[in-house]
Each structure stands twice: as structure tokens, then as C-alpha cells.
């Protein structure tokens, strides 16, 4: 795939502004007749957008409307289609022309205003919709001229005047800064000469999670007084019906819901300690490990048990003490406790345990009644195995034998303790076959019918007279029962409690990666395929069929079935606070030069959601880095969010915002000061700051070393 390239630009500005212009027209005749041709006087108007906006003319918006997610380090952003339209009108009430000025020429008139639900509902910002534009004529400056052009009605805000003064403003007090927020965007396909051209409008301030927030197109045409030929003064318009208020028009809106990054969970332990904090015994029990996003959502559970916890002071002790350390999602795996290793209990390689083995039983030679010592180890290994089970494969299917040695292998690397791995194997794939009662039917009656008709083709037993030409009556095995033998292939059905035989092998806040031992998914095919007596029959050769791995095929030769060969399991409250994680697995280890790079990924084969924290991930091929990453949507202006402060990843600059990130209980929205912020960048021109802005999804990536 051919790679695209994005170019950046400071502004795209249009040859003609919107306005009122007059053309003259003079012909003269170079001939010897005397002809007076008079001059013809045209007058036109170039006009678009002022109070409303064709929806057509929006590309894109982020975060997306409607959306909810983790969205507090985004700057919302909107993309459109007409790349000259930010700059078709200007920010100036004067006439004068100023287009020598680059902060004049680059300020867009248009500009993304962030309001929180919180001020919509206090009406610090309330919405007038429908208001008539005549009333509105003379507080807005609209040239009498040019009524006839726009629509009799708009849509408009106001703002306390409060909230649009001083350094705090939420609207930008200087050109300079405005000039900022809008840049123009151009997009060439390899081998294109011409591409598509977009204008981006950009923000200023960031939304305060766990909250509702909407962002308005708002028109700051005519809002800027010119003082000389270099200062320009906000002045805004004053509501006609309360001197206390700023009004806007506004073209469009949309709305968003950024999720709080903070976690709770309360735990029985955790529990123990409130109620020690707090000198009182509070019952937690039916909260206990369930996981809230929000702290409204954990202060509303919280203030619902009974008793009621009203108190203020207790709630914010609580909330203190139930807090998920390092919640937001790639803090939490940056520093997971338990960490990243393969699924085993030990690391020496030298001991048995280290394949992923657990022990059970204590043997107790003054009691025969005592449990016996032995092992198992599930079908997930935390390093290859290499056992023959050929003769284990033969005693699996001659039930005598089975009867009389149990199905055991002597570990050969542990003397005297007996590995019960395949043989447990074996009989959970019995009993699993047992208790699917519509796949214990239809593959007993197969099973019947096949040796019928096997025994009567051979003739034996003086059955000859029943025999038949050829194999057409033989029956196949039903699809749905092959069905169940490779979905069970594939691991699927099989109970949590097999595969990850004991707690302490996943423990909380970690990552195990394993090989998936064939040899066991063999045992358990083995112990499913031998229910059902039939006549005297040799399997043999049916049930090897069925113990191969290669991936099937359909008639034209494409892949339609592959089986696991390694994965991994999670168990992170990453899980449950953020589901819509993404997990990139390369064949390749990860550094910081191709952590970009898409060439070696490899499609997870399954992804299973075990539990409220636990995920497993099946793969057909080795990985040897693990890249986790929330899903990127689309690329979007942004910060990056850590330890309370917002900043570049790519540069070691914090963003200056309203409030400080940090301040305890202040959880936004943040305004962003975006001349010291462009400062910080080094950003010597509106490209430059653009391009600097970009922020992709945070990624922390494991390699197996």
C-alpha cells in the first residue's frame, strides 16, 4: 500500500473575502467610426457560510459526536471541506485593511469553543436557538446591505462576561493566539500531484473527565477592534438583554463524554482498612472487586449501601483509600506489579516447575490415606515440551490398559512423582463429551454405524453375506460433531479452572505469555473420542485423523481453520476499565524505531474475556513483542496524560493549563495557554505548532526477551 503525505500549511487563504464587489467593464473600438461604447458597472456578491453551516462541509469532528471515551488529554478538533473557510470573513470590525498583518491574515473567524454540562446547567453559557436575525442586526454589525443573504433566524449563545475576561478567558483574548487554532492541511497519495485539501479548526481547552461536554462553532467575525496597525482588542458582543453577557452566533454543536481515568475498587482488604480508618464497620461485601470508572459513579454506589454514607469527610477517605493506583490505562500497564514473564510459578529452567507445572498433594508415609504427590500442568506452558505420547495415545484408546495403569506418566525429569497432566487431560475430555448430550448422541450413533459398516465391508465374522461393493455406505463424521472436535482444538469450552490451574500462576496485574502443549489437547481429544462401546473396532486411524494440527482448507485452497499454537493472559484492571483496548503482537521484538511499523503483526487467533480483569489471547504464530494501546481512532491534537500533568511525549514540555491538572479535586476542564504552549514547542510558525500537536494513543509495549 502506497504511503500518503500530510502537509501542513499556516492558512489557505481565499482570492476573494466575502463582500460586495463592483466591476467595470470599458470597451474600446479601434476602427475609423466614431462609436462611444459606454462603461458597464456590475456589482456581485461572494458570500458563504455566516450563520449556519452545511453539514456536507464537515469532514470530521473529534472526539467523534456522540462518543464516549478516553478523551480528557484531546483537544477537539474539526476538519472541513472547503479548505478556504476559516478565512473567508475576519475576527476585525474595522474596515481597514490589515491583510499585511500576519496575525490578521491567519486568524480564523471561526472558533471551537469547549462548554461543560456544568456551565450549561449553572447558565454561566446558556443556548438561544431560533432567535430572530433582525433583532439581533444591530448588536452582531450586520450591514443592512447583506440581510437579504442570510436566514431570518440563527442559533446563538451567551457567556458571562466573567468567563471571557483575564488570562483565564475562555475565548482567546489576542489575534495571536487565535491564529493558532486554525491551520490548513493538504493529503497526496503517493504519486498524486493534487490532494485532498482540508481545513482544521483546533480548540483551546481540554474537557474535564467523567463529564459531559459540547463544543460550539461559534462566529468571532467582527469581534476584534483594531487599536493601531499592530494591536487588536477583543471586544465581543454585548446581549441586548443583560449587559452582563457576551453573545455568539454558533453554526454548529456537537457532544461528547470523556471517561474519568480514575478507577476504584473496594477489596476485602481494602475494606478491613476503611473500616479501621474510619473507627466503624461498614459492610462492603456487595461491592466487593467490582470495578467503577467514574467517581461519580463510585460516590453514587457508596452514598446507595446501608447504611447510607452521607458524610463528606468519610466519603473522600473512602474514595482516598479505594483509588486504583496509576489508573489511567497506560500508567497502570507501565507498571504492572506483577509484571511480564511466561506462565510458570519459578524461572530456573533446571526444575520441573518451570514448564508451568503445580504440585499437588503432600504424601505422608505413617498414613495410607494420604493424599497422592503428583503434578499437572495445563495446556499452557511456559516453555516448549517435548514428550513422545505415543504409548500415553495407545493407552488412551485400549480401555484395559487404561483401567489398569491410570493413564500416568513417570515424569522423567522428577523421579518417583507421578504427572497426572495427560491423564487429567483425558478424562475432562470424557466427561466434557458426556455432558454435551446432543454431541454424545449423534457421535455414539456415528461410532456405531461406522464399525457396522467397517466390519460388514471386511467380511469378518461370517458377516459376509452383508457385505457391500464399496465404501458409499460408510458413514462420514457428522459436521457439527467435527465441529466440536476443532473448536475444542482450538481450546474453546474448556473450563478456566484447567487452564490455569492455580491463582498464584496469573496473579493480579500481570502478563503471562505460554506455548500451548498439543500433546495435552491430544489426551483430551483422546478421552472425548472414547465414549461409547461399540462392536469390537480398531479407531486407530479415525482417531489420528483427528489429532491433527494443519490448518483446513476449503476447496479452493483457503485458509478456514487455524489452531493456537501461544498466547497470553492478562489480568489487569486494564481490562475492565478500558474494554476497548487493542493488543498488537509482532514476530519481531518491539524498539522505539518500528514500534510504528505494521509489517510483522500477527491477527490474534482468539480473544476471550475469562473474567471481570482476566483476558486470554490465542495466536497460530510465535510473537515475540506485545504492543498495548488504546484504540487510535483517528489522529487528533493532544496531550499526553501522566502523573497529574499534561505533556508532549515528544518533547520535555508541560502544558501550561486552567486550573493546575494537579490541584486536588480539580478535574477539569482545562484551558490551554496556546502562545506559551507554542513557545514551549519551539513552534515558529502555525505548520510547525500543528504539526507538534499531534497525538497519537499511548503504547506500551513487552518484549520477550
Not at 257 to 282: G, P, V
Not at 325 to 353: M, T, Y
Request: one cysteine or more; hydrophobic letters at 35%; glycine letters at 6%.
Amino acid at each position: 500500500m502506497d504511503k500518503a503525505t500530510i502537509t501542513f500549511h499556516d492558512a489557505h487563504i481565499p482570492v476573494l473575502e466575502d463582500g460586495e464587489y463592483d466591476v467595470t467593464v470599458s470597451q474600446k473600438l479601434d476602427s475609423s467610426f466614431d462609436a462611444d461604447i459606454a462603461d458597464k458597472k456590475v456589482t456581485f456578491n461572494v458570500t458563504g457560510p455566516k450563520f449556519q453551516l452545511n453539514p456536507n462541509q464537515i469532514v470530521s469532528v473529534y472526539p467523534p459526536n456522540a462518543g464516549k471515551g478516553d478523551f480528557m488529554a484531546a483537544l477537539p478538533t474539526m476538519a472541513l471541506k472547503r479548505s478556504t473557510l476559516p478565512w473567508e470573513r475576519s475576527p476585525l470590525s474595522s474596515s481597514k485593511d490589515y491583510s499585511s498583518v500576519n496575525q490578521v491574515q491567519n486568524s480564523s473567524w471561526l472558533f471551537l469553543l469547549l462548554v461543560d454540562e456544568s456551565e450549561l446547567l449553572s447558565g454561566s453559557v446558556k443556548e438561544l436557538n431560533d432567535q430572530s436575525l433582525s433583532g439581533l442586526q444591530n448588536t452582531l454589525g450586520i450591514d443592512s446591505n447583506e440581510v437579504h443573504h442570510l436566514p431570518k433566524k440563527i442559533n446563538c449563545l451567551t457567556v458571562n462576561s466573567s468567563l471571557i475576561t483575564g488570562d483565564s478567558s475562555l475565548i482567546p483574548i489576542t489575534l495571536s493566539e487565535l491564529q493558532y487554532l486554525s491551520y490548513a492541511r493538504v493529503k497526496n497519495e503517493s504519486g498524486e500531484e493534487s490532494g485532498e485539501e482540508h481545513a482544521v479548526l483546533l480548540c483551546n481547552r481540554l474537557p474535564k473527565k467523567g463529564s459531559n461536554s459540547t463544543v460550539y462553532l461559534i462566529s468571532l467575525e467582527n469581534n476584534y477592534q483594531a487599536d493601531d496597525g499592530k494591536s487588536f482588542t477583543f471586544k465581543g458582543f454585548s446581549d441586548p438583554n443583560n449587559d452582563t453577557k457576551k453573545i455568539f452566533p454558533f453554526l454548529y454543536k456537537w457532544k461528547f463524554h470523556a471517561f474519568d481515568d480514575q478507577l476504584y475498587c473496594i477489596t476485602k482488604d481494602k475494606a478491613e482498612k476503611i473500616n479501621k480508618s474510619l473507627s466503624s464497620a461498614y459492610d462492603f461485601s456487595s461491592i466487593y472487586e467490582k470495578v467503577y470508572t467514574t467517581t461519580e459513579a463510585f460516590k453514587a454506589k457508596l452514598s446507595s449501601l446501608s447504611p447510607k454514607i452521607t458524610d463528606k469527610n468519610k466519603l473522600k477517605i473512602i474514595e482516598q483509600l479505594a483509588k486504583v493506583p496509576g489508573s489511567n490505562f497506560h500508567e497502570l500497564l507501565s507498571n504492572l506489579d506483577g509484571g511480564f514473564k511466561p506462565l510458570a510459578l519459578i524461572d530456573d529452567q533446571s526444575k520441573f516447575e518451570s514448564t508451568g507445572s503445580i504440585q499437588y498433594g503432600t504424601p505422608d508415609t505413617q498414613n495410607k490415606n494420604s493424599p497422592i504427590q503428583g503434578w499437572y500442568r495445563s495446556p499452557f506452558t511456559a516453555r516448549p515440551i517435548d514428550i513422545d505420547i505415543a504409548d500415553y495415545v495407545n493407552l488412551a484408546i485400549d480401555q484395559r490398559k487404561r483401567s489398569k495403569n491410570g493413564s500416568n506418566i513417570i515424569t522423567p525429569s522428577v523421579e518417583k512423582l507421578n504427572d497426572y497432566t495427560y491423564s487429567t487431560a483425558y478424562e475432562l475430555g470424557r466427561l466434557t463429551a458426556l455432558d454435551d448430550v446432543d454431541f454424545g448422541k449423534e457421535f455414539y450413533k456415528w461410532k456405531c454405524e461406522y464399525a457396522m459398516s467397517k466390519r460388514i465391508l471386511s467380511g469378518s465374522n461370517n458377516l459376509s453375506y452383508l457385505a457391500v461393493s464399496d465404501n458409499s455406505t460408510v458413514p462420514e463424521l457428522p459436521k457439527h460433531v467435527l465441529d466440536k472436535f476443532n473448536c475444542w482444538k482450538q481450546l474453546k469450552g474448556i473450563p478456566y479452572r484447567y487452564l490455569v490451574p492455580d491463582p498464584s500462576l496469573l496473579p493480579n496485574e500481570s502478563v503471562r505469555f505460554f506455548q500451548i502443549d498439543q500433546n495435552w489437547i491430544k489426551a483430551f481429544i483422546c478421552g472425548a473420542f472414547s465414549i461409547g462401546h461399540t462392536i469390537e473396532y480398531d479407531f486407530s486411524n479415525e482417531l489420528s485423523s483427528l489429532l491433527h494440527f494443519e490448518a483446513i482448507k476449503d476447496a479452493e485452497g483457503n485458509v478456514v481453520m487455524e489452531f493456537p499454537s501461544c498466547g497470553f493472559l492478562i489480568n489487569s484492571f486494564a481490562v475492565s476499565g478500558w474494554p476497548g483496548y487493542e493488543v498488537d503482537a509482532s514476530n519481531v521484538s518491539y524498539t522505539s524505531d518500528n514500534i510504528q511499523e505494521k509489517n510483522n503483526l500477527i491477527d490474534v487467533q482468539q480473544r476471550l474475556k475469562l473474567d471481570t480483569n482476566i483476558e486470554l489471547f490465542l495466536y497460530t504464530k510465535q510473537f515475540n513483542g506485545l504492543n498495548f494501546h488504546l484504540h487510535p481512532a483517528k489522529t487528533h491534537s493532544g496531550f499526553l496524560f501522566d502523573n497529574n500533568k499534561f505533556s508532549k511525549e515528544s518533547e520535555t514540555i508541560t502544558a501550561v493549563v486552567y486550573p493546575e491538572a494537579n490541584n486536588e479535586g480539580e478535574n477539569g476542564p482545562y484551558l490551554v495557554d496556546i502562545n506559551k504552549l507554542a513557545d514551549s514547542l519551539n513552534a515558529n510558525t502555525i505548520a510547525e505548532f500543528a504539526g507538534k500537536m499531534l497525538e497519537g494513543t499511548p503504547e506500551v509495549y513487552f518484549n520477550i526477551s
